[in-house]
């Protein structure tokens, strides 16, 4: 299956069970695998045969900056929900979302959720 891909999109959201999390605010990083056919648009070389990358983005920021959630899970879901709803042509989608300032006292790159979808 073809895919547009979206990786390392930076979001500065306000996500996190602590209350200081949805006060301060921090950078998340958002992976976006949105799979569909793309033998249309091969062939055509028109943007309208396809979903553009930058309208996935566009989508992704303003659900993730649109709502404070206490889970990386929601968010996550949220936006599958939200490109599902937006880009029929999308068939699944796997979105990791990265939350590389966690306040956890320990040393780590990042913790992240990555979620599966398929159009219902």
Request: hydrophobic share 40%.
């Amino acid at each position: 299956m073809d895919k547009i891909i979206v990786k390392d999109l930076e979001l500065f959201c306000y996500h996190g069970v602590n209350p200081e999390e949805k006060r301060d605010g921090q950078i998340f990083v958002f992976d976006i695998e949105a799979f569909l056919s793309l033998a249309v648009p091969c062939k055509t070389d028109n943007v309208d045969d396809t979903v553009s990358y930058a309208k996935i983005i566009k989508t992704v920021r303003r659900v993730a900056q649109s709502e404070k959630n206490d889970l990386l899970e929601r968010v996550c879901q949220r936006v599958a929900d939200a490109l599902f709803e937006e880009f029929d042509m999308i068939s699944a989608l796997k979105i990791i979302l990265k939350k590389p300032n966690a306040p956890i006292k320990a040393k780590f790159d990042y913790v992240a959720v990555e979620i599966e979808r398929s159009r219902q």
